[in-house]
């Protein structure tokens, strides 16, 4: 929880870049705030192959190296703009060493010879070689841990989606292969090719799976990428009153329903859009259950925790809420027709688009930064969504 | 709820589908079924002997898929002793665990005197994709105990349970209580979704 918190914000300042931060003078050493700065360990690239610490502070594409953290005098540049990030294997030899190296841009035809880094810890080092492969690509490329609204506004570019081109292809896939897969969505897919897949979309390639590509792997994709949504389909504010839906159910009467639906027609529009998405899939998924084994239950158990999860996961927290979770996930893959009409697939509509935006404007603060960057991108969307109505 | 200070936990871990549950449900209840349920989380506890005197072995079943990585580390802290279940069918199965092992140690640090068996089920299966000798070179590697079972045929269940008491060498804990009859006094409670009693 505390690593997300410190990632967050330095997300949020990259977002507004050269930002000082309100109350604390600005730096005069720079006009712009670092996207990241730490210590870590460089390799000499002369022929002795010494270890020396330096403090390094990245801003916009240039990393800089410094003696000590108040970055009196700069040691090196290195310009990222062009160049390659790699994570390199740990050494079984030499444990320990959490390495990675930046390639730089070449000069002609001449290679030019790799800086090479040791972290800390994995993680630090992970979290390195992601901050500054955010910076090398194209900037709004990334997909994993971005918000729903960020992906599915730049990807408008590629042609109109109702979901993320990776929830798109992942499903297609399955579809396609996997619907006789037994224990599909629970059995793990390959890690490491899971990874691979994730950097490549994240790279912003929009890899067509290989059609021998394990099912399972692409499953497991597709959960990672809504577990690490930034915030859940269900957004943090409406999870309680999702789950409160649950209890009402019980009964025969209509309250529980039609609490259920004021909730999902409260969903902003994306996250509608996935959701109902997802349910009716895998609704289509249960329909082979007698050869796949998935029943409704069962994908609801493997599925809900990522879709429905509460702000703080806290293990006891997790776990009370559990059955609430996986009977809300079962109603709504059951009643996919009732409570997500095909009638109401729509590429995001002016009206609602605005006043749902402003609803949501006071959340939590993630909610909150992530409806500041929404506005004007959901105008360029809406405006698009008109013309292509148009067309 | 307070913790019971005289409880053993065990904490079952592996990845979905390799019979964690079945192993569970075969030696606290004697039975199994051919059904396909994932488990979120799973306790289940029954009375044991230990030092001469009585106390809880507390069984946790985990959920196969990696979901819940807090909920992992909690167990992981207040488990007494492990249990790392791969299925002989699925080699990816066995490369699950090896993350789930790497936590185990670097939460308990030293895992040279905590009790893990590292288990392979399904050993009545035919189509098999890890060999045994595969199996008894990873626990090598980790230093733990090794056993194939098969919650199917009943093949090695409770062996397997008391293998791994008998590898608590700060404790000296038998299934039976003070060698009167083991079997039907075992009465096992099901606490479902009450991971606070850890």
């Known amino acids: ?391 | 709820m307070p913790e019971q200070s005289n409880d053993y936990r065990v904490v079952v871990f592996g990845a979905g589908g390799v019979g964690k549950s079945s192993l569970v449900l075969r030696f606290v209840k004697g039975t199994f079924r051919d059904t396909y349920i994932p488990t979120v989380e799973d306790t289940y506890r029954q009375v044991i002997s230990c030092d001469k005197s009585v106390c809880t072995l507390q069984i946790t079943d985990t959920t196969g898929s990696h979901q819940f990585p807090a909920m992992q580390r909690l167990s992981i802290s207040k488990g007494h002793a492990f249990i790392l279940v791969y299925s002989i069918t699925s080699k990816q199965s066995l490369e699950e665990l090896k993350p789930i092992y790497q936590q185990v140690l670097a939460i308990k640090g030293n895992v040279e005197a905590i009790p893990i068996m590292l288990v392979g089920n399904k050993s009545d299966e035919t189509q098999r994709e890890v060999e045994t000798k595969d199996g008894e070179a990873q626990a090598n590697q980790w230093k733990c105990a090794f056993m194939e079972t098969s919650a199917k045929t009943n093949h090695n269940v409770t062996e397997l349970f008391q293998e791994l008491l008998n590898l608590d060498k700060k404790r000296n804990m038998s299934l039976n209580i003070d060698g009167k009859r083991s079997g039907k006094q075992s009465r096992a409670e099901r606490l479902k979704g009450k991971c606070s009693v850890m």
């Open chain 1, 1 to 391: 929880m505390h690593i997300d918190i410190k990632k967050r914000k330095s997300r949020s300042r990259s977002v507004i870049p050269g930002e000082g931060s309100p109350g604390s003078p600005r730096s005069t050493r720079s006009m712009e705030r670092p996207l990241k700065a730490g210590w870590l360990k460089k390799q000499q690239r002369s022929l002795v192959k010494n270890w020396q610490q330096r403090y390094f502070v990245l801003r916009g594409s240039t990393l800089t190296y410094h003696k000590d953290d108040k970055e009196t005098t700069v040691q090196g540049v290195i310009q990222l703009r062009f160049s390659k990030v790699n994570e390199l294997p740990p050494n079984s030899d030499d444990p320990g060493k959490y390495l990675f190296e930046i390639i730089p841009r070449t000069n002609g035809d001449r290679e030019r010879c790799p800086y090479v880094f040791m972290a800390n810890s994995q993680s630090d080092m992970e979290e390195w070689v992601r901050t500054l492969r955010r910076v090398i690509g194209v900037p709004t490329s990334g997909v994993f841990g971005k918000s729903l609204v960020d992906t599915v506004t730049y990807e408008q570019r590629f042609g109109p989606h109702m979901v993320p081109i990776l929830v798109q292809k992942c499903v297609e896939f399955i579809k396609e292969h996997g619907l006789n897969e037994e224990g599909i969505f629970r059995l793990p897919g390959q890690d490491n090719a899971v990874k691979q897949f994730r950097d490549a979309f994240d790279a912003g390639e929009r890899p067509s799976f290989p059609s021998d590509t394990d099912v399972h792997t692409v499953a497991s994709l597709l959960k990672l990428y809504l577990r690490e949504l930034p915030e859940p389909v269900v957004p943090w504010i409406q999870y309680q009153d999702f789950l409160d839906c649950t209890n009402l159910l019980d009964f025969r009467s209509t309250e529980g329903w039609e609490k259920l639906e004021r909730q999902i027609a409260l969903l902003p529009k994306l996250n509608y859009n996935l959701l109902s998405y997802i349910c009716r899939f895998l609704f289509e998924v249960q329909l082979n259950s007698q050869v796949n084994k998935m029943n409704v239950e069962n994908l609801a158990t493997v599925m809900g925790i990522n879709l429905l999860k509460p702000q703080i996961e806290d293990p006891i927290t997790v776990m009370k809420a559990t059955p609430q979770i996986q009977k809300m996930m079962t109603v709504m893959i059951r009643q996919h027709e009732k409570l997500f009409p095909v009638s109401k697939d729509v590429i995001p509509s002016p009206p609602s688009n605005k006043s749902e935006s402003q609803k949501n404007a006071p959340r939590s603060f993630v909610g909150w930064e992530s409806a500041e960057v929404q506005d004007p991108k959901e105008i360029i969307l809406t405006v698009l969504g008109k013309l292509l109505r148009k067309i």
